[in-house]
């Protein structure tokens, strides 16, 4: 690709030289054969490189960072790799877990290990249960347990012997049989010797039956009074199974238990834990083991489920040695994604949860590290702006999702311990962003004190040529390219300079040159190659251009069918072609738009059509305003300005904004007040001041490449070309076609500094410098306006 270059102020016809000159072919040649060049992290972006360095070097609270720039400039890419080499010798953090708080299940303890030891205390503890399994209810079984539990129930039942059988001798000195079934007593009286039924007691006479009442009676109130003691002596006899029971299970896991607690000897919150542990899980295994009901015992599965439920950690964080600080990006930055979530199952048609159902969000995973967010994306998220706020001020890391505002008013939930935080947050975003957040969030600027500022542009420096190259030739191994040609190379620079619309600055949205060589690559593979060559390159920017440019070609073909009038030769008065540009999603072209103008006696002033009817935008109503400016300036230093006049952009139904039309429109505005014709042939791009200098404008490029291929349909007669601003000269990086229109003389750029060299080109007359005695010269083009203006003030104020 080619370009122009600027030759002498003024109005001026422009030069075509290299893009690419033969020293950068060499430059691109040397870094193509660099393996040093895969390695880079950064094109250009010093002042972004130095800002990262700070902001993750300094350990101060309130040093994270905001990283400032547009989509598409591989931010998260370069800060990424950046963070991970710079962070690659820092100590990996400590693990983290949540065990069971035996006191108040609702309230889970964090507990701090060293790190790699959250993995190793929960094999530790499942095998610690997996043993427990296999020591009872086994235990219970054991003679000697059996001996002890049955000699306290015989201690029990000689106590109550000894009560039944002085009750029974009393009784049989008194002629009653004591009898004991279903662990029920009852008295019947011998008559001759033998116990009497009912029926047979009820044939005695009144006498001696009533002797027997009272006689039983006195029994069973004498038995009562023996045996009042007998819940008490159950209660004790309860008390010591329960107490034989624990000491049992103590003897039991008590090896298992000093075994870890030897081994944990110097982590206090383990050795804590294991201690506090030991009363809930005699509890456990007592309840477990001794079922009484066959029908409600747990099998082996179910056992082990409790267990688990109750006793073993919950690994919120676990790492390996040498592993690093963690970098963590987090793509949907929704509260539970961030600060973790409480997971609930139903039992019984109620919810349930547990330590060992807490998820770990990303700051759970960052802490200790690095944690990267898209702004835009945390922002719209309910509650989690504050909240982070609050986590990274007061370096706590806390669960505490408002259960009302998400629909668990009557849920049961938990309140795990705050976790001690140390995280770098690392924000995503655009300008725009950073400065609402400035502007409406006072504790932005101490939370987020480290800018860093990604340039839209890159400066084409030897340095920012090999890292483009490296990280160039680094996408296309990944797509399994082996070589890339040194043309099409020098390609990807060119079209990266095309991007920014600039001769020696590069584009930094590198996404579009990674997706040009993705695009390219099939092609590539098309022709069975491992090299990616210059041509590979054009065919994908044709492709392109062809998916992208319906809307382009229509906009042409309604000018070729004359559905919209555009003159590219002869010579009109009070009209203009302009040269506009259009954004419609990804595609962007220029086209021409025809500037006319219209004036008259009267007092209205310069009327912008587009704004009366509100599809002109603020900053090109303020460009058509510039023009009263201009002309009041330029020519009413000694009577009042006063005119009608009217200015529009024929056959536009959208929306119109930026000020790149002002230079057109007063050049149709001169040309209706002094009737003299505007050259058809030629286009023209540029806003001015009310001093009448031609000031840059954007989208050059593709303002002439427009009306070029408009011009080359009807055939390039020689005369025909453009007008730009002298301040633009920097930012042309034209496509091969206008460039060699234009070395052939068939089209034609020229450049401009004022609205004098401007006129002067386009209305083929002199514009006419003020004299020493403040007139212009005579029959020049600044002499009919001021003419012109003078006769209509006298006509409006009654004095023609």
Known sequence: MTTLSYMTPGTSQLDIRELTPKLQKRLIQNALNDETALSATFIGQERASEALSFGLTIESTGYNLYVMGE???????????????????????????????????????????????????LKDMTQ???????????AFDNPSYQRKKV??????????????NEIEALAQTENVALYEENNSISFAPIVDGKPIDDEKFAQLDEQTRQHFIELISALEEKLSEKLIALPVWKRELSEQIRKLNRETVEQGIKPLLKHREHRYASDLGVLKYLRQMRTPLIDAIINLSLEENKEDRLDESEKRSLLEEHFLPNVAVGHTHNEGAPVIYEANPTYQNLFGQIEYTHISGSAFTNHR?????????????????????LLVQPFVWDALKRAIKFNRLKMDLPQQDVGMVNAITLTPQDIELQVKIILLGSRELYYNLQDYDSEFDELFRVLVDFDHEIPLTKQSTIDFVGRARLHALHCGIEKIEPAAMCRLV??????????????????DVIELINEANVFVK?????????????QALKAKKRRSGRVSQSLLEDIKEGHVLIATEGHAIG???GLTVLEIGDSVFGTPARITSTVYAGASGVVDIEREVELGQPIHSKGVM????????????????????????????????????????LIALISALTEIKVNQSLAVTGSINQYGEVQAVGGVNEKIEGFFELCKHRGLNGEQGVVIPASNHINLVLNKPVTEAVKKGHFHIYTVETVDDAVSLLMQKEAGQLSARGRYPKNSINYHALNRLYNIANIVNGEG
């Open 626 to 665: 510039l023009l009263t400016g201009y002309l009041g300036h330029k020519y009413a230093q000694h009577f009042p300005l006063t005119l009608s006049a009217n200015i529009a952009l024929e056959q536009s139904y959208g929306y119109i904004d930026g000020d790149s039309a002002s230079l057109g429109e």
């Open 128 to 138: 610690l249960i997996d043993e427990l399994l296999d020591t009872f209810p086994a």
């Open 575 to 577: 009209t203009v072609n």
């Open 151 to 164: 000699s306290l129930s015989r201690q029990f039942e000689d106590r109550y012997d000894e009560v039944i």
């Open 357 to 377: 159902m807490i998820r770990p969000g990303a700051l759970h995973r960052a802490n200790g590290g690095y944690l990267l967010i898209e702004a835009d994306k």
């Open 526 to 538: 098309q022709d069975k190659s491992e090299h990616l060559g210059l041509s590979h390159i054009e």
């Open 71 to 121: 989509h598409a400039t591989g931010r998260y890419t370069l800060v990424q790799e950046h963070i991970r080499r710079q962070v690659a010798n820092k100590p990996t953090p400590d693990d983290w877990c949540y065990i069971n708080n035996f006191d108040d299940q609702r309230e889970p303890f964090a507990l701090r290990m060293h790190t790699g030891e959250a993995k190793a205390f």
């Open 494 to 511: 060119e079209f990266s300079l095309r991007m920014a619309s600039h001769q020696q600055k590069l584009s930094a949205r590198f996404a």
